[in-house]
């Protein structure tokens, strides 16, 4: 575990049971880059009946603290720190895309707080740096120029051909008593994206983990390759994989319905 010791617990909301049933486990939502606890809050709600939900904004994104900078095993241990404090001993962790990474690592090094694992539209692996486009257009932007958010929208659909995305860095917005600014710490991960991209290994005693694991993935994403199988299975000995129809990689948002019912079928099987 990293030196966490100077890092405020992170930000969370918590919606459903008050408690979970008994022989059950909490579920954890682990949001992607640039994102907050609330970007799942549609899967969090369609669980809620069930189950005792915690969405959490992860370092440097949202609410919660700010570094210098992070890395997959700095989240990992972020989170885990938070479920201590919170007197959670064992839960669900479900995570996209960069979330996903989080949950995959939480699972290999906490194998004794993880119940089961929910990984959505992401590999284990090392991905092309792909986002260094949008980042210089975010850096770009001066938001003192901006009086309404629906200024700043229509920029950014001039700059940006991605409607999912806009609305991502949309939701990160806030006004203060300076104006607008930006709810994640966008120098750190930006310092931060190479440790961020890396893939995800087995720990240091080579085990994989034993946990029930689910990789989901949309049908026209370009985050998962068929390929991607035979890495998955080498760090989760019981992998399972599902796929999305006609869903990219926003498919919680895309596929709503599929996907929730896929996650809350999946939760609900006895292990064994």
């Known amino acids: 575990m990293k030196n966490t010791s100077t890092i405020d617990p992170l930000h969370y909301t918590h919606i459903g049971l008050a408690e979970p049933r008994l022989n059950d486990s909490p579920v954890v939502l682990i949001h992607g880059l640039l994102g907050m606890g609330r970007n799942l809050g549609a899967l969090a709600r369609s669980l809620a009946d069930d189950y005792s939900v915690y969405s959490i904004d992860l370092l440097n994104h949202g609410r919660s603290p700010r570094t210098s900078g992070m890395d997959i095993a700095l989240l990992a241990d972020t989170v885990v720190n938070l479920l201590t404090d919170l007197g959670i001993a064992k839960a669900h962790f479900i995570g996209h895309s960069l979330g996903g990474k989080v949950a995959m690592a939480i699972a290999l090094h906490y194998p004794d707080q993880t119940d089961k694992c929910i990984i959505a539209d992401i590999a284990p692996v090392t991905y092309a740096a792909e986002h260094n486009d949008l980042f210089a ?136």
């Open 137 to 272: 257009v975010i850096s770009a932007i001066d938001l003192s120029q901006f009086s309404q958010r629906a200024e700043l929208q229509a920029h950014l659909n001039q700059q940006l051909n991605d409607t999912a995305v806009i609305q991502l860095l949309l939701q990160n917005l806030e006004r203060s008593t300076s104006g607008w600014q930006w709810r994640m710490h966008l120098p750190a991960i930006i310092a931060s994206y190479d440790a961020l991209r890396e893939a995800i290994h087995l720990p240091a005693n080579g085990r994989p983990a034993n946990c029930p694991c689910l990789f989901l993935c949309g049908e026209k994403s370009h985050y998962w390759r068929p390929e991607y199988h035979a890495q998955a299975h080498a760090l989760f000995s019981f992998a399972q994989f599902h796929t999305i129809a006609g869903a990219g990689h926003w498919l919680h948002i895309e596929r709503a319905e599929q996907f929730n019912s896929k996650v809350a079928d999946f939760l609900a099987v006895a292990d064994g």
